[in-house]
T-cell receptor, first 113, second 115 residues
Framework: AQSVTQLDSQVPVFEEAPVELRCNYSSSVSVYLFWYVQYPNQGLQLLLKYLSGSTLVKGINGFEAEFNKSQTSFHLRKPSVHISDTAEYFCAVSVYNTDKLIFGTGTRLQVFP | DTGVSQNPRHKITKRGQNVTFRCDPISEHNRLYWYRQTLGQGPEFLTYFQNEAQLEKSRLLSDRFSAERPKGSFSTLEIQRTEQGDSAMYLC?????????????FGPGTRLTVL
């Protein structure tokens, strides 16, 4: 069975500071990896995904993530955050040929001025 | 708007009543998914369809829950004899099964409150 662990439930950070949101996964088979963002009262929006190829993945809004197979991690980073990045961020995995997403519990990023 | 739509956006009901939610996927998407999200948790998979066929159901989906996707277009999720524990956000997503895509696009959700 697959599982996703997001180690930080909340991450407070000042505007223009860098941020890293951590995600570790567990799976005995190959998986696809995703980061979704959920703004208040809105649905989930895809930030970026790793399917294969380069382990450094760039997404929307200046976010990027690096797939590390040996550490089974897929941490999300942004070099300089904005107030508008305040939201809930979810890491998810799917097993090839199933497409069912398994989500972590989420990390609330709060950006302060 | 060509995104995934869900109706209603909010539903308040009394315990024991039946409720039905609707999801309209992106038109060319043949896969449709239902998830449930409770407060402070990530979404949990409930079930999914490829065209009109329901291919997988989670153990979370008790016999009070039923989902349909007639004609492979919109889908409905019905909860019979609602319980307070059913209070949650119900999310619908759709995707198209193509190589190098596998992206699920989510709707805004239906928030259910059972009193």
């Amino acid at each position: 069975a697959q599982s996703v662990t997001q180690l930080d439930s909340q991450v407070p950070v000042f505007e223009e500071a860098p941020v890293e949101l951590r995600c570790n996964y567990s799976s005995s088979v190959s998986v696809y990896l995703f980061w979704y963002v959920q703004y208040p009262n809105q649905g989930l929006q895809l930030l970026l995904k790793y399917l294969s190829g380069s382990t450094l993945v760039k997404g929307i809004n200046g976010f990027e993530a690096e797939f590390n197979k040996s550490q089974t991690s897929f941490h999300l980073r942004k070099p300089s955050v904005h107030i508008s990045d305040t939201a809930e961020y979810f890491c998810a995995v799917s097993v090839y040929n199933t497409d069912k997403l398994i989500f972590g519990t989420g990390t609330r990023l709060q950006v302060f001025p | 708007d060509t995104g995934v739509s869900q109706n209603p956006r909010h539903k308040i009901t009394k315990r024991g009543q039946n409720v039905t939610f609707r999801c309209d996927p992106i038109s060319e998407h043949n896969r449709l998914y239902w998830y449930r999200q409770t407060l402070g948790q990530g979404p949990e998979f409930l079930t999914y369809f490829q065209n009109e066929a329901q291919l997988e159901k989670s153990r979370l989906l008790s016999d009070r829950f039923s989902a349909e996707r007639p004609k492979g277009s919109f889908s409905t999720l019905e909860i019979q004899r609602t319980e307070q524990g059913d209070s949650a956000m119900y999310l619908c997503a759709s995707s198209t099964r193509q190589v190098d895509t596998d992206t699920q696009y989510f709707g805004p959700g239906t928030r259910l409150t059972v009193l």
